[in-house]
Structure formats: structure tokens, C-alpha cells
């Protein structure tokens, strides 16, 4: 045989040799490492979020009831006033006079009627005499009753303690009838009005307790409790208003503001799982289950509540194994390794 030929064969022979005890030597490839965990009980409670407005415990404008001049104004910019306090007075002196001279008829008249009788008495006045001088007395008082309801008008009070809003008008200044001349508002507590979806409507009842917080105050929460649901409900939107009640300590709170509401309408204890260990497929939610060899069950479960990071689970039977972290990477009927950093659940694969 050639040696050339000979040369060629033996190097063939030793690079077969050397590609085989490489493919007898190279490791299988290794199954994915996953870190798993039991599904832990969990009280989840059920939240009911809607953005309300708040509205002034009470609140009224008042304005102007004829048109005449104001003599005196009687309340600060922004002021707290009692309730009886005068907050304005507008010229009466015509009504004044008017009065006065009501009260001088009222008398005369009631005189007259004094004399009238003690001559009926004695019989030289007639009972019609008597009658028409007692009609007299009193449309006198009648008059001097108008002229004094005519001043009161004249004379504008707080119906309540409150805040006054700020002056718009000054003393001297003419004033039509309706004109507003300052608003009160009881800020000693705040009604928050909000809408609810009626789907809803079975998990509210008054006194049921709401968690408030405004833009202004983020991180003061405030609790309040349901007062009132509108008995009817709104056709175009489908929701209902609801009315809460809040305490204002400080007087924070004002008549206007946008405030987050947050009901706890329900709670309830579940088994919950971290959400990343839940995966879907179309509607439907899945989670991999490891058994006792390593290996892995795509089961379908039901999901419901979510809260801090977990999602409430049903649907696997207790003490189930769930991968938590690694998800891509394992897949129904694989198998897997259990991460040490978790011995109570840590499961040594088969090589």
C-alpha cells in the first residue's frame, strides 16, 4: 500500500476517533431553574374607586331682596360669622317712617276702641259701632306689622354659623333686587357626592365606611361614612350618586374639591399567588404546577381579586407547587430544577 495512502487512513481514523469521545463526553442540557411556592392564604377586599365632589355641609347665597342702597356691610373677606350675625343693611328710612306712623294709627285707633266699649258698656254705643272701630284697630296694626316686615327685610342675617366668601360690593353702592351680597358656608363638615355604577349598587348601604383623599392633602386620608344612595339612577349613564359625610378638622376641605373615593365594599380570604405565575391563553389563566419528579403541569385555574402584587387563586388543590419565577422558560410536560435559596420547597431534579 502506498505510504501516502497509508498517512490518509490513519488521520481519518483519528479524527473519528477524537469527534466521537467528543460526543460522549459533551452534558445533556440542563433543566431550567425555577423558583416555586404554595399558594398562601390572603384576605383580599374588594374595592369600589370613584372620583367625587365636595360640597359645603350647608351653604347659602343671600342676596339682596329689593333694590335700594347699602348703608352698612358687617362681615370680613373670608370671615366666620354666628348664626343671627347682620351681614348687611340696606337704607329703610321711608319704611321708618312708614312704621311710625302705622304704630300712631294703631294706637288712635286702639283708644278709640277702649272708648267705644266702655260706652257699649253702658249702652250708649251700639254693637256695629263697636265692631267697625275694632276692624279699624287692628288693619291699624296690620299696617305697622307690614312697615316692620318691610325693615326686617332691609336687614340681611346668617341663617347659620359659617364662613363669609369674599366682599364683591361696597357700603354706598345701590343694589338691584337679587343681587348677591356674600355666601355662607358651614364647612364644619363636608357632604361628598359621587357616582357609582349601578352594578354596584348591592355592595353600598348607609354608614358603610369610605376613604377619601384630595390633591391638595395626598397624604392625609380621610374616613367618612356613607350617609344617603339616590333612590334613582341616572338612565343616561347607568350610575347612581352617592353621599357621604367627611369630618373637616381644620377646615381643609372646601366646597368644590375633587376628592379619590375608595370603598371597601368586601373582603374575603383566598389562596393567592404571585401575579407573574399567571399566565393566559385567550380568556382562559394558567399556572405550572411542578410535581414530586420536576415535572411540569400546565393547569387552568380561576383568578380573581388583585392586590399588592398577588392575584387570588382557585381551582388547585392544596400544597400545589407553583412556579413563580422562570415562567418562559419551563413548559407542559418539562422538566424542571427548584432553586435552593427556598429549601422548604427545593426538589432535585433527575439528571
Same mark, same amino acid.
Given at each position: ?9 490513519? =488521520?481519518? #481514523? ?10 460522549? =463526553?459533551?452534558?445533556? *442540557? ?16 374588594? @374595592?369600589?374607586? +370613584? ?11 343671600? /342676596?339682596?331682596?329689593? =333694590? ?10 373670608? #370671615?366666620?360669622? /354666628? ?14 317712617? +312708614? ?20 260706652? #257699649? ?58 343681587? %348677591? ?15 357609582? %355604577? ?6 353600598? *348601604? ?7 383623599? /384630595? ?27 352617592? @353621599? !357621604? ?9 372646601? %366646597? ?11 373582603? @374575603? ?19 405550572? $404546577? $411542578? ?30 407547587? $407553583? ?5 418562559? *422558560? ?10 435552593? !435559596? ?10
Amino acid at each position: 500500500m502506498p505510504l501516502a495512502l497509508v498517512i490518509l487512513l490513519a =488521520t481519518a #481514523g483519528c479524527d473519528a476517533t477524537g469527534d466521537a469521545g467528543r460526543t460522549a =463526553t459533551r452534558p445533556g *442540557k440542563a433543566p431550567p431553574l425555577v423558583a416555586v411556592a404554595t399558594p398562601q392564604p390572603h384576605r383580599f377586599i374588594n @374595592r369600589i374607586e +370613584a372620583v367625587g365632589t365636595a360640597r359645603a355641609n350647608e351653604q347659602v347665597t343671600l /342676596s339682596s331682596p329689593v =333694590t335700594d342702597r347699602i348703608e352698612q356691610l358687617s362681615f370680613r373677606d373670608g #370671615g366666620f360669622v /354666628s348664626k343671627g350675625q347682620i351681614i348687611a343693611v340696606l337704607a329703610h328710612d321711608e319704611e321708618e317712617a +312708614a312704621l311710625a306712623g302705622a304704630l300712631a294709627d294703631a294706637q288712635q285707633a286702639q283708644h278709640q276702641l277702649e272708648r267705644l266699649e266702655a260706652l #257699649g258698656a253702658r249702652g250708649f254705643a251700639s254693637s256695629a259701632v263697636i265692631d267697625l272701630q275694632r276692624a279699624t284697630a287692628r288693619r291699624a296694626q296690620a299696617q305697622a306689622a307690614s312697615a316692620r316686615a318691610q325693615i326686617a327685610d332691609r336687614v340681611i342675617r346668617a341663617p347659620f354659623s359659617g364662613f363669609a366668601s369674599l366682599r364683591t360690593i361696597s357700603e354706598g353702592a345701590i343694589v338691584a333686587s337679587g343681587t %348677591p351680597i356674600a355666601t355662607i358656608s358651614d364647612l364644619s363638615r363636608i357632604k361628598l357626592d359621587f357616582a357609582v %355604577p349601578e352594578t354596584v349598587l348591592s355592595a353600598l *348601604k348607609p354608614g358603610q365606611t369610605i376613604i377619601a383623599t /384630595s390633591a391638595a392633602w395626598p397624604d392625609i386620608p380621610l374616613s367618612g361614612v356613607i350617609q344617603m344612595i339616590d333612590p334613582v339612577i341616572d338612565p343616561a349613564t347607568r350610575a347612581v350618586t352617592v @353621599r !357621604a359625610i367627611l369630618p373637616n378638622a381644620g377646615n381643609r376641605l372646601k %366646597p368644590g374639591m375633587l376628592l379619590t373615593v375608595g370603598i371597601e365594599a368586601a373582603a @374575603r380570604d383566598g389562596l393567592a399567588v404571585p401575579e407573574m405565575a399567571v399566565t393566559g391563553d385567550g380568556a382562559d389563566r394558567f399556572v405550572h $404546577v $411542578v410535581d414530586a419528579d420536576g415535572t411540569v403541569h400546565r393547569t387552568k385555574v380561576q383568578i380573581g381579586i388583585r392586590d399588592a402584587g398577588l392575584v387570588e387563586i382557585r381551582g388547585l388543590p392544596a400544597g400545589s407547587r $407553583v412556579v413563580t419565577e422562570g415562567v418562559v *422558560k419551563v413548559s407542559d410536560g418539562g422538566r424542571v430544577r427548584i432553586r435552593a !435559596a427556598q429549601p422548604a420547597l427545593a426538589l432535585r431534579a433527575a439528571p
